[in-house]
Structures are given as C-alpha cells and as structure tokens.
C-alpha cells in the first residue's frame, strides 16, 4: 500500500470517515523521496528502537519498521487508531500507544521496551510535527534528557531556521542557543507545503538533532546559562548591560564591571554572542551573585 500517495490517503480518509483536526495540526507527508530521505538520514539500525511522534496514517512508520527492530509510534487523536490498524496490519514489530507525548514519560517507554527485548540498542526519534507544539516537543525530549541518539524531525521552516541559526542573524536566539547546546544540529531537506495533505500555508524542513554526548561548554550551573540566554534575548534591541540588569542581584554597574572583566564589551547585543561567552558570563555571574 503506498501510504504516501495522494489518491492513497484520500481513499483511507473516505473509507474511515476520517477528518482532519485543524488544532491538531494534522497535515500527511505525501513525497515518497522525502519520505525515504528522512529514514536515510535517521541511520536506523537493525536493532533500534525508533520512538515515533504523531504517525498519522503510518506513512514513516511504515518505512521505519522495515529496517528497526522495533518502533513505537505515539498518537495523540484516537480517530487515528484504527487506520493505524489497517495501514500497518503487515507489520509485528509495531507498537501505537495513544497519548500525548507532551504528557507521555518516554524514559519508562524505552527502559520497557528494553527490559522486553533486550536485542534493542540504539535509539532514534522520528515525527512529523505539529507546528504549534514542536518547540515544546523538542526541548521536553532534550532537557528530560531522554536517552535517545537522534532526533530526525519535519517542522516549520522558520523554526528550523531558528535552531540552526548562527550569531549576526536575526533568526539567532534562545532556541538556537538551547538546542545547539544540547545537540549537534544537521539540516537533511527543505519541504514545500504542496507535498503535504492538506497543503499547510508554510513550507516546512526535516532537521537530525544528534544528542550530544558531552555538552560544549563547561558550566557552573545550567539554570544561570539559560537565564542569561533569555534575559540576553529578552529585549533584542537593547545593549546586554541593560538587558542583564537585575540578574543575580547585580545593579547596572556590577553588571558593566563583570563585563568588562570577561571581555565582553557591554553594548554589545545577545545576538553577537557565541555560546561559549554566554557560559562564560554565566560562570561568572554565578560567582558574584549576592
């Protein structure tokens, strides 16, 4: 059954009485070369264990399992459950569990999974995302520390942009910072919207976020690097002097000496900084704190 033909899922939608959920933000890949780009660049092995986030009709699914040990695909509308159940019906090795991943413990599902079949090794996570949730999908995996190697994801475009931007740019901040830190970031495609069922009104890109063993940069404490981040970023056109007055305690004087101190000239704004002087003001800051 070729799942990522057009005809395809409107035959499956018309069988099952099926509509899309607009808040779920529900559009079915329908690119056969995307698709299999996406599972390529995945480096799935023969035994992994694939974690799956919103299968919708089992399109990736599909072509995961034909190279895993073992996928679980994780769906949030339960209208989905029974054409899972037919689209994936030649397939032993797959498991659906109807959840919300932002509510699902994914460290239990994968120590599971692994006490039943001890075979399984790797880890790899996969998914067409919802636009509206994928940065709150990312970062749970990422700062829940999931023991995954890889997250290979479709999203907005302009938020891939985000996490894979560099300083001097406008899409630099935050996101970029968080995710960078937490993971080597690879571009694997560009997706226009046409390929999609229904055409969303954005093209979208297909990122691999590979887990890093060991994070960048050293640290004092991770909460003070991530408030300096989002205070850095928190008023993009002002100078980092003003926007880090406050944190730590520290008046805006203390906070033009500390600068100074670590050569980082404090008109300076959040988006020239490269990570590593982010650390180093956090370093920093969390010595002086009052």
């Not at 569990?97 to 790899?124: F, H, Q, S, Y």
Request: with cysteine; proline share 4%.
């Amino acid at each position: 059954m070729k799942l990522y033909s057009q005809n395809t899922i409107k035959e499956i939608k018309n069988k099952h009485n099926f509509k899309m959920t607009k808040s779920l933000g529900q559009n079915f890949l329908a690119d056969k070369n995307i698709i299999d780009k996406i599972i390529e660049e995945t480096f799935i092995e023969e035994d992994d264990l694939v974690i799956e986030i919103g299968p919708g009709i089992g399109v990736l699914t599909a072509e995961a399992a034909q190279y895993a040990r073992k996928v679980i695909a994780i769906e949030l509308d339960k209208e989905l459950l029974p054409i899972l159940d037919y689209t994936l019906s030649e397939y032993d090795n797959i498991e659906i569990i109807n959840e919300d991943i932002l509510k699902t413990n994914l460290r239990n599902i994968i120590e599971n999974a692994k006490k039943e079949d001890p075979v399984l090794k790797g880890v790899k996570i996969i998914g067409n995302l919802p636009y509206y949730i994928t940065t709150p999908i990312i970062m749970k995996i990422l700062e829940e520390n999931i023991p995954a190697n890889s997250i290979t994801i479709m999203m907005q475009k302009e938020v891939a942009d985000r996490i894979k931007a560099h300083p001097n740019t406008k899409a630099y901040g935050t996101l970029s910072i968080a995710v960078q830190y937490y993971c080597n970031v690879c571009q694997i495609a560009t997706v226009p919207k046409e390929v999609f069922v229904p055409v969303p009104k954005v093209d979208s890109a297909v990122l691999r976020l590979e887990i890093r063993d060991e994070k960048p940069v050293e640290l004092l404490e991770e909460n003070m690097f991530f408030l300096c981040v989002k205070k850095g970023f928190s008023k993009r056109r002002k100078t980092l002097l003003n926007c880090m007055v406050g944190l730590g305690g520290m008046n805006k004087e203390e906070i033009r000496t500390l600068l100074t101190e670590i050569d980082i000239d404090p008109i300076r704004r959040a988006e020239t900084l490269m990570m590593d002087e982010f650390a180093t003001l956090a370093n920093h800051m969390k010595r002086g704190m009052k």
